[in-house]
């Protein structure tokens, strides 16, 4: 697929509409080519939320990298149950899992970035690509005030290394927003968020942050590195 002319003005229109409007429009605009992705994270509940209550015709899939913890899988069996939605899962490649920790061990990835990187190229970015295929529009739960990155991002953009259009609804929108919107709807979330995770991925890659710490410290927390897996790199 080649770079879309008019995002610029598509951007424009976005600006004044709400998250729900914005996600309708795109839906109307690109029928049966938008699919959302969630990790079930706080910003990608209130998204589903908003797909699902408003029956709106966007595909909903998670990747499930093989690592996640417990009560990430069980928020996903409670999710599809509180929305009455089937949220489709991808997997990493058998062959491909195997050849990683034939490579660099069952942890190798705290041993270098490189590792880290190639673990999760495997478990998240090419089975993110799979599900990508097709598609004309890829809708994420990224917010501006996440990451130094994630600031720099737009709320419609083009996503060179997946050739597609990449739509961030809730972009401009502040945590305390998120979790004020999760409480008046009464979105099922991951209880680790009580716990002082704010930012959920993988188990052995995540832990807790402190206070006043970043929101995305706790996210390969031994390196010294932008906190990104590859599946939003600009």
Same mark, same amino acid.
């Given at each position: 697929?080649?770079?879309?002319?008019?995002?610029?003005?598509?951007?424009?229109?976005?600006?004044?509409?709400?998250?729900?409007?914005?996600?309708?429009?795109?839906?109307?605009?690109?029928?049966?080519?938008?699919?959302?992705?969630?990790?079930?994270?706080?910003?990608?509940?209130?998204?589903?939320?908003?797909?699902?209550?408003?029956?709106?015709?966007?595909?909903?899939?998670?990747?499930?990298?093989?690592?996640?913890?417990?009560?990430?899988?069980?928020?996903?069996?409670?999710?599809?149950?509180?929305?009455?939605?089937?949220?489709?899962?991808?997997?990493?490649?058998?062959?491909?899992?195997?050849?990683?920790?034939?490579?660099?061990?069952?942890?190798?990835?705290?041993?270098?970035?490189?590792?880290?990187?190639?673990?999760?190229?495997? =478990?998240?970015?090419? /089975?993110?690509?799979? $599900?990508? !295929? #097709?598609?004309?529009? *890829?809708?994420?739960?990224?917010?501006?005030?996440?990451?130094?990155?994630?600031?720099?991002?737009?709320?419609?953009?083009?996503?060179?290394?997946?050739?597609?259009?990449?739509?961030?609804?809730?972009?401009?929108?502040?945590?305390?927003?998120?979790?004020?919107?999760?409480?008046?709807?009464?979105?099922?979330?991951?209880?680790?968020?009580?716990?002082?995770?704010?930012?959920?991925?993988?188990?052995?890659?995540? =832990?807790?942050?402190? /206070?006043?710490?970043? $929101?995305? !410290? #706790?996210?390969?927390? *031994?390196?010294?590195?932008?906190?990104?897996?590859?599946?939003?790199?600009?």
């Amino acid at each position: 697929m080649n770079q879309p002319q008019n995002l610029s003005d598509l951007e424009a229109r976005l600006q004044s509409l709400s998250a729900s409007e914005g996600l309708a429009l795109i839906a109307e605009l690109f029928p049966g080519k938008v699919v959302f992705s969630t990790s079930l994270g706080q910003e990608d509940q209130v998204i589903t939320q908003l797909i699902a209550t408003h029956n709106m015709p966007i595909q909903i899939f998670s990747l499930d990298t093989g690592r996640l913890f417990p009560e990430t899988l069980e928020l996903l069996s409670r999710t599809e149950s509180k929305f009455k939605t089937r949220i489709k899962v991808y997997f990493p490649e058998t062959a491909s899992v195997e050849k990683l920790v034939a490579d660099i061990g069952i942890n190798g990835f705290y041993e270098s970035i490189e590792n880290r990187k190639s673990c999760c190229f495997v =478990r998240k970015v090419e /089975p993110l690509k799979r $599900a990508l !295929a #097709g598609n004309t529009v *890829w809708v994420t739960g990224l917010r501006a005030e996440q990451s130094a990155n994630r600031s720099e991002m737009k709320r419609i953009e083009w996503d060179e290394a997946n050739q597609i259009i990449k739509y961030n609804p809730l972009l401009d929108w502040t945590f305390d927003q998120t979790i004020a919107y999760i409480e008046e709807h009464r979105i099922p979330y991951n209880p680790l968020h009580d716990q002082g995770y704010i930012s959920i991925g993988c188990a052995p890659c995540t =832990r807790a942050i402190l /206070p006043g710490e970043d $929101a995305r !410290a #706790g996210r390969w927390w *031994w390196e010294d590195s932008k906190k990104e897996c590859g599946l939003h790199s600009k």
